[in-house]
T-cell receptor, first 114, second 114 residues
C-alpha cells in the first residue's frame, strides 16, 4: 500500500532563512508526487508536482522539490522564507491504480518569524 | 471560471440530522472526489467519481453517500450526522488521463456536529 510521511508537524523558521519540509513516500510503482499549500480557511493550492520528467521540480512562489528515489523522498525547499509563506503544507502521492485519488501526508505547519 | 465551488462554507448540525454538502465544478473535469481533513491526519478520501453515474468508496466512506448525475455536480450526503463527522470537508476535481493530473480543490465546508 502506498503511504506518505511528513516529518515534523510544525516547522518554524526566521524570515530569510531556508525552508525545508520533509516528505517520504512508500510506493511499489513509480510515484506521482505533489506538494500542496493551504492558507488559513482556504482550500489546497498546488505548489508543484513530480511526474518523472525531471528530479528537480520548480513550483510557484519560489518553492522547489527534489525527487530522490534511493531515499524515497520528495522534500520541499525554499532558499529564503517570507512571512507570506506561513501556511500548512501537504505532500501527497497519486493512488496506485487510478488517477483522481490522492494519499496525503499528515501536513506540516510552517511558521515564519520576523 | 469559478473552479470548484462548495456550499455551505459553515454548518452546525445536531446529532442525527441529515444534510447535503454541495460541490460543483465548471472545468469539465471527469474526476471528482470528497476528502475530510482532521487535525494531524491530513486529508482522507471519502468517495470519488470517475464520471457521471460512476462512484466508488474511498478510505473512510461510512456514514456518507454520494451520487453523480451530471459531470458538474458531486454532492455528499450525511444520512444521520454523528459527532465523529465533525471535520472540514473538501471537494476536488481533475481531468482524467492518468495519475499525474493535479486536483483542484474547493475552499471547504466546515461542519460541526453537536
Amino acid at each position: 500500500a502506498q503511504s506518505v510521511t511528513q516529518l515534523g508537524s510544525h516547522v518554524s523558521v526566521s524570515e530569510g532563512a531556508l525552508v525545508l519540509l520533509r516528505c517520504n513516500y512508500s510506493s511499489s510503482v513509480p510515484p506521482y508526487l505533489f506538494w500542496y499549500v493551504q492558507y488559513p480557511n482556504q482550500g489546497l493550492q498546488l505548489l508543484l508536482k513530480y511526474t518523472s520528467a525531471a528530479t528537480l521540480v520548480k513550483g510557484i512562489n519560489g518553492f522547489e522539490a527534489e525527487f530522490k528515489k534511493s531515499e524515497t523522498s520528495f522534500h520541499l525547499t525554499k532558499p529564503s522564507a517570507h512571512m507570506s509563506d506561513a501556511a500548512e503544507y501537504f505532500c501527497a502521492v497519486s493512488e496506485q491504480n487510478q488517477g483522481g485519488k490522492l494519499i496525503f501526508g499528515q501536513g506540516t505547519e510552517l511558521s515564519v518569524k520576523p | 471560471n469559478a473552479g470548484v465551488t462548495q456550499t455551505p462554507k459553515f454548518q452546525v448540525l445536531k446529532t442525527g440530522q441529515s444534510m447535503t454538502l454541495q460541490c460543483a465544478q465548471d472545468m469539465n473535469h471527469e474526476y471528482m472526489s470528497w476528502y475530510r481533513q482532521d487535525p494531524g491526519m491530513g486529508l482522507r478520501l471519502i468517495h470519488y467519481s470517475v464520471g457521471a453515474g460512476i462512484t466508488d468508496q474511498g478510505e473512510v466512506p461510512n456514514g456518507y453517500n454520494v451520487s453523480r448525475s451530471t459531470t458538474e455536480d458531486f454532492p455528499l450526503r450525511l444520512l444521520s450526522a454523528a459527532p465523529s463527522q465533525t471535520s472540514v470537508y473538501f471537494c476536488a476535481s481533475s481531468f482524467a488521463g492518468g495519475r499525474n493530473q493535479p486536483q483542484h480543490f474547493g475552499d471547504g465546508t466546515r461542519l460541526s456536529i453537536l
